[in-house]
């Protein structure tokens, strides 16, 4: 996880990683790919995925290798 982040829907404003927080931050490998679930604070405003900022998630199959 990056240490700044930039929510789309707050004119690009950074959002340090400590106001993310991921459903699950460690998993059993399994074979399949892995997305957590992710709420990203601004303050004490919750923002929406899609909407304020932007979500992907690749190379989450294997052990070690997700961004």
Do not use: R
């Not at 707050?10 to 074979?31: N, P």
């Not at 304020?52 to 998630?57: A, M, Q, R």
């Amino acid at each position: 996880l990056n240490s700044m982040l930039k929510a789309d829907g707050l004119g690009k404003k950074e959002i340090k990683a400590d106001k993310v927080t991921l459903e699950y931050t460690s998993v059993d490998y399994d074979g399949s790919a892995k997305t957590p679930t992710v709420v990203v604070m601004y303050g004490d405003t919750t923002l929406t995925v899609s909407t304020d900022y932007t979500l992907s998630y690749s190379d989450n199959t294997n052990a070690g290798t997700a961004k």
